[in-house]
């Protein structure tokens, strides 16, 4: 089993990259956090792979100063839109005479609920059970040991444009990286902070990044639905580009150091000097028309959640509320424009630091940047895995039960 893991998330704008340990107990040991500019990725899409295999060396490099076995367990997150999410189910009758239900008819069972007909351009990222149910009994989390006659599980597969993962994955492979698993960015984002109370209320996720917007619901502990948008904070940047008569580096600036989601906390009087900012530009830009710009544009992005939300019945209807995440995250007032938008309460994620044994303490801090969730997710979806893996190889429980029943008087 490999020691090391790496949560490699790909974005527009950079590449962040959580570099772990496995531990024998609890979650992995945090070693390193990566951040490096992106190009040659636009939208969750590769547009370029020389340019993102360019980007993407250095981040693979400072990977293997750590160990150079890293590289060889990447869990890489996928983000593009074209991603879907289906239901299905598999159902089988279980094999035995004595109705007891084996690890190979919940096997069955999965591979049933798999079996489903997706076009020759998509690929299978995920196969989530929601439940199992035993002769009509719902709710079931593990139906090993039980008796029953029938066995069905219920479960949602999610897949994906088949070219752009494999665009994605060849950028990774080419610099001697091997791939651990594919990961969907809002299961990721989600698996890093949302809790299991809120998980079980009913909460939903939002990942504003750069160039996409991501989002997830959660209830009763089950995933319900998953969408991507592409949107993102680089929209605001444009918007402000073409509003301003600015550079986008410019506007980029004045969105992070003077920007703000809500235009009615903003004085008509307040007003941002550009040539202070980039000295090719000239005049001043009200704040109150810089807020009017984000705030319409991150509007747009929280309607598209509604609507959404409106498709599954959950609009105003989760109470755990709203989860922000991502470097869009970052804005001011987004927590109170995201409130008003959806009718529900809102908090910036941030990573649960017990979830991770922090080897350097420089880290501890940028676990407070919403901007390394999804990496931190796609870390910990990881170490799940490794987790799942040992399991499987302990002593197959059900056998044990049998031995102890059969020697008892």
């Given amino acids: 089993m490999q020691n090391y893991l790496v949560g490699l998330d790909i974005g527009s704008k950079s590449i962040k990259a959580a570099v772990g340990e496995i531990r024998r107990e609890g979650g992995p040991a945090l070693l390193n956090l990566i951040k490096i500019p992106s190009v040659g990725v636009r939208k969750g899409h590769v547009d370029d792979i020389s340019d993102l295999t360019q980007a993407l060396a250095p981040v693979l490099g400072e990977i293997k100063k750590i160990s150079k076995s890293a590289i060889n367990n990447i869990f890489l997150g996928v983000g593009s839109n074209d991603a879907k999410i289906q239901p299905s189910i598999g159902v089988v009758a279980v094999s035995r005479a004595d109705y007891e239900i084996y690890q190979d008819d919940i096997q069955r069972a999965i591979q049933s ?83 299991k109370n809120q998980r079980e209320l009913g909460a939903v996720l939002i990942d504003i990044g750069f160039g996409k917007t991501s989002m997830c619901v959660y209830e009763e502990g089950k995933l319900l639905h998953a969408a991507i948008f592409p949107i993102g904070s680089g929209n605001i940047t444009n918007d402000l580009a073409i509003g301003l008569k600015v550079a986008i580096e410019t506007a980029e600036t004045v969105k992070l150091s003077f920007g703000t989601a809500l235009a009615r906390e903003i004085s008509t009087r307040d007003s941002v000097e550009l040539a202070k900012i980039d000295g090719r530009t000239k005049g001043l830009a009200s704040k109150k028309f810089i807020a009017d710009i984000i705030e319409v544009r991150l509007a747009e992005i929280f309607e598209l959640v509604n609507n959404e939300l409106k498709d599954i019945g959950k609009s105003g209807r989760l109470p755990a509320g709203i989860v922000l995440v991502g470097g869009g995250a970052k804005l001011p007032g987004i927590v109170d424009l995201a409130r008003q938008e959806l009718k529900l309460s809102t908090q910036i994620g941030l990573p649960e630091a017990s979830g991770f044994e922090i080897k350097e303490e420089d880290l501890a801090p940028k676990l407070e940047d919403p901007e390394f969730v999804s990496a931190l997710g796609l870390l910990l979806c990881g170490s799940d895995k490794a987790s799942e893996a040992k399991k499987l190889k302990m002593p197959f429980r059900g056998a044990w039960r049998r031995i102890f029943n059969y020697l008892s008087p």
């Fill in 113 to 195: 609920a798999q079996a489903i007909n997706i076009a020759p351009n998509r690929v299978v990222l995920h196969s989530i059970i929601k439940e199992f149910i035993v002769d009509g009994v719902k709710d079931i989390k593990d139906p090993l040991g039980m008796i029953g006659n029938r066995l069905e599980v219920n479960t949602l597969i999610v897949d994906a444009f088949s070219p752009a993962v494999k665009n994605l994955t060849k950028c990774v492979e080419i610099l001697g990286g091997n791939l651990g698993g594919l990961i969907l960015g809002p299961i990721a984002s989600a698996r890093a902070v949302l809790t």
